[in-house]
Structures are given as C-alpha cells and as structure tokens.
C-alpha cells in the first residue's frame, strides 16, 4: 500500500485550467522531486495533496484513507473528523518558513502536538529539544523567529514538521527564499532527513540535490506530468525537447554554492 495515492486530480482557477489529470504514487522511504518551470501547476499540485487547495475531481487517499473521492461527477472530502485524522499523515514545509512570530522556537514545535494531537506537554517538549539538538539551534530554543537567519528559520520550521510525527513530508521549494550559503545549510539537512529513509515530496528548482537523494524525479509542465523516473532518466537523459530545454536553462542558472549539499559551519 502506497502512502500516498493521488489519481486523476483536476484544478482551475477561474477558466484557467492548472492541473490537467495529474496522478502520483508515493512509497514508503520515497524521496520524490517535482521538476518544473513556473505556471508548471507544482506549487499547486502540492496545495492540493495537502488540502490547502480543493480540488475540481480526483481522489486522494493516505495511508489507504480516502480524504477525496468523486461521486457522480462532484468532489467529495472526507468528514471532518476524519480528515482531521489523516491530515495527521502528513506535514508540509513552505518557502518562506511560517513560524509563528510570537512563539519561541522551542513553542513553534511544542504548541501543535501538545494541542492538537493533546500529546503530554513533557514528552513532547524532550523531543521537541531532541530535535532542535540534531538541527543544531539547541542554543537558540528561546530565541524568536525574527532573531534567526533564514537558513536557522527553515531548518526550525522542518523541525517543527517532524514534531508532529508525519508519515511523509512535503516542501515547496524550501530553498527559494535563501541565499547560496543557507541553501546549502538547509540542503543538507534534508539530505540526512532522505538518509534516515523520510518519506519526502520536494518541489525544488535544485538541480544536484534532486539527482542525490531522489529515488524517483517529476517533470511537469502545463499542469501535467510530462516525464518522471529515476533521476538518470529525467535529469541525465530527458526524452522530451520541453524538459531537455528547461533542465539546460536551469543548469546554466545555477550558481556553484546553490550546488552544495555539505552544510557551512554555522558559528553564529
């Protein structure tokens, strides 16, 4: 049983059309990458697997759980309680971090298990440092969002996801708002979270990063899946003249430093 089953899903906005029948299978200990120029319908594929977004008709389950099913022609969500549950499943890391500003670093990853999932405020508060120690901002537990760089807001806000215990992650572009340094910071920590066999989606424009940890690479372009396989066949050798172009374009781009998955010592 797949973690993630995704079948048939359809979104526009307005009369634009943005996902055109996109389906997606994700395994357990998966790291799959999404490939794709801008207006491609990445962003928004990843709002809707994780209900940011709902969508026109599809079906999305988790874990075997049904959280979308079309019935006679119309979309329909899970119950609310039970979407609750399988909201559970997963977690998802944004660009541009969204802690909390007014919740300490150390609050940021308690508050969520401690009042959602109604966990023991002590057990989650010793992994909660747990985790803070294995990204290296133990020192900075009290310290608050805007007194971290970027690259220590996104590695506390993947902290935070895996406070909550997911099954499988998902980041859009968690690198996009970083410079070269912090990229790389950020890089590698999600390339030990692939080593310890996370289950992950990665929207990403980072070419390197893709081909080392992914198991499976996704190209996609005007809302559909154009090409996906192992990094080899996508990245290495495209069949398509739409992902040969972008891919060149993209690894023309690239500076040296964005290309780094060995973090900088950080003595800050």
Known sequence: MSLLEARNIKKSF???NILKDI???????????ILGPSGSGKTTFLRCLTMLETVDSGSI?????????TEGGKCVYAPKNDLKRIKGYYG??????????????????????VTVQKRP????????????????LSEREDRYPHQLSGGQQQRAAIARALAMKPRILFFDEPTS??????????LGLLKELAEEKMTMVVVT????????????????????????GTPSDVIDNPSTDR?????????????PGRQSLHPPVDDN
């Not at 389906?23 to 990458?33: F, M, P, T």
């Open 177 to 186: 708002a970083l410079d070269p340094e912090l990229t790389a910071e950020v």
């Open 23 to 33: 389906s997606l299978d994700v395994e357990q200990n998966e790291v799959v990458s």
């Open 61 to 69: 389950s988790y874990c075997g759980e049904k959280a979308v099913s």
């Open 92 to 113: 998802l890391v944004f660009q541009n971090f969204n802690l909390f500003p007014h919740y300490t670093v150390l609050k940021n990853l308690t508050d969520a298990p």
């Open 205 to 228: 424009h980072e070419i390197a990063f893709a081909r080392e940890i992914s198991n499976r690479v996704i190209f996609m372009d005007g809302g559909y899946i154009v090409e996906q």
């Open 243 to 255: 992902a040969r172009a972008f891919l060149k374009k993209l690894q023309a781009q690239a500076e």
């Open 14 to 16: 307005g009369d634009t």
């Open 121 to 136: 405020e002590e057990e989650v508060t010793a992994e909660a440092r747990e985790l803070l120690r294995k990204i290296g």
